[in-house]
């Protein structure tokens, strides 16, 4: 039996002695009747688990201001998360369109959130290879902003998709077509961010209960939506979208982002690791000041 199946057999197993009734999580089959969110989380706990020892994610990011494309925001990213560790390497360029040998290197940054100690480091290295350093408690910083490429583990209301959905997650009693792609319907309350009313989550369980599309519902009644397109295996069980948009509707923003590489595999420290120099000037947010890093 493989691994894919077991997983899949270990999770039908949970569901029924939790909601006492049979489920069918194969590919190409919904859950029927409606799962609960037990359920759901088990699944999008799976990606997570099949996802190791690192999910690896290259992309390109492109924004649009109100129809017209930025020239000097157009990223090279690339995305890593294993089970104790996120980073996140950007190396913005002055220039338009998707080819990037007609962009000119503007700056480059790294971010790194370490899990076990709960600490953030972030280092800035500009035109001119002038370095800045920045360290914080917790997570936060690049690996938070709303037009990242992510599933399960997507940034939302201060923390990741599939807790939102542990912790305040409802799921509708009817499916919702999307993208010509049937999908479950989870509502959460915003919490405590004031600008947002509620957040609608479309997850389809032929991609592992993956996200299609995320709305943040403002009380004004206008959203901005994240877009999930043409979502691929990437390795056996692990699924991820090639396009993804995050649109802001009030402020006629859009950021577009495409992958170049997805896959899961191992990672070496050195490559998602953020070192400061010695002597290097360091904001130390939790203080508000600036240091020398000393090294330690």
């Known amino acids: 039996m493989n691994r894919r199946l077991v997983v899949e057999v270990v999770i039908g197993l949970v569901v029924i002695g939790l909601v006492g009734m049979p489920v069918y999580a194969r590919k190409g089959i919904p859950v029927e009747p409606k799962p609960s969110i037990d359920f759901v989380v088990a699944a999008m706990e799976n990606q997570k688990e099949l996802s190791k020892p690192a999910l690896v994610v290259e992309y390109k990011r492109r924004i649009f201001f109100q129809g017209e494309e930025s020239t000097t925001s157009n990223t090279m990213v690339r995305y890593v998360r294993t089970p104790v560790v996120f980073f996140e390497g950007d190396k913005a360029f002055k220039g338009q369109g998707w080819d990037e040998e007609n962009w000119e290197r503007f700056y480059t940054l790294k971010t790194r959130y370490d899990v076990t100690l709960n600490k953030s480091k972030k280092l800035t290295i500009g035109p001119g290879k002038q370095r800045m350093g920045e360290m914080w408690g917790g997570y936060g910083g690049d690996l938070t902003r709303q037009d990242m490429m992510e599933t399960v583990m997507y940034p939302i209301s201060g923390t990741h998709l599939v ?31 004031p600008r947002y009313e509620e957040y609608k989550i479309y997850l389809d369980p032929d991609i592992g209960l993956c996200p299609r599309r995320i709305e943040r519902v403002k009380k004004d009644g206008k959203s901005t939506i994240l877009y999930s397109k043409e979502y691929r295996e990437i390795a056996e069980g692990v699924w991820f979208p090639r396009i993804m948009e995050h649109v802001n509707y009030e402020d006629d923003i859009r950021v577009e982002m495409r992958v170049v590489k997805a896959e899961v595999k191992p990672v070496a420290e050195k490559d998602i690791s953020v070192e400061f120099e010695p002597g290097m000037t360091v904001l130390d947010l939790a203080s508000g000041k600036l240091i020398k890093w000393s090294g330690e």
């Open 163 to 193: 807790d939102l959905v542990k912790t305040r997650g409802r799921i509708g009693d009817t499916k919702v077509e999307i993208d010509n792609h049937i999908c479950w319907l989870i509502t959460a309350d915003a919490g405590k961010d």
